[in-house]
C-alpha cells in the first residue's frame, strides 16, 4: 500500500496489517458480540455493511493518513459505549442482548425516523 498519506505526504498512510486487524475486530465485535442487535437483518446485508464501513474506514486512512484511520474508529467506539452503555438501558433495553427484542426494534426505529 502506499506509504504516505495522499492528501498529507508528511504523515504515514494506514497499512494493510491495520485494516485486517480492524476487518478481524470488527467482524468478532458485530456477528459475535453483538448478534442480537442486528438478526433481524438478512446476512448478505450485514456482511455488506462491514465491507463498506472497513472500506470507508480504509479510505480515510489512504487519504488522511493512520491517525484520521484510529481516530474516526475511536469516535465510532465512543459513540457505540455511549448507545449500548447508556442510551439504551435508559430505554429498558439491555445493552447487550438487546433484550426485550421488541422494545429495541421500536427504539431504533423512532432512532431511524420511521416512527
Known amino acids: ?13 494506514v497499512s494493510l496489517t491495520e485494516i485486517l486487524i480492524v476487518l478481524t475486530v470488527a467482524s468478532l465485535a458485530y ?3 453483538f448478534n442480537n442487535f442486528e438478526k433481524h437483518v438478512p446476512i448478505q446485508q450485514r456482511v455488506a455493511k462491514l465491507f463498506i464501513v472497513v472500506g470507508v474506514l480504509a479510505a480515510i486512512g489512504i487519504l488522511f493518513s493512520r491517525y484520521g484511520f484510529w481516530g474516526v474508529i ?12 447508556w442510551y439504551f438501558p435508559k430505554q429498558g433495553i439491555n445493552g447487550l442482548t438487546a433484550e426485550p427484542h421488541d422494545k429495541y426494534l421500536e427504539v431504533t426505529a423512532k432512532m431511524k425516523g420511521n416512527k
Do not use: W
Open 1 to 13: 500500500m502506499l506509504e504516505q498519506a495522499v492528501l498529507f505526504p508528511s504523515l504515514p498512510a
Open 74 to 85: 475511536t469516535l465510532m467506539t465512543l459513540g457505540q459505549v455511549y448507545l449500548h452503555g
Open 31 to 33: 456477528f459475535v458480540v
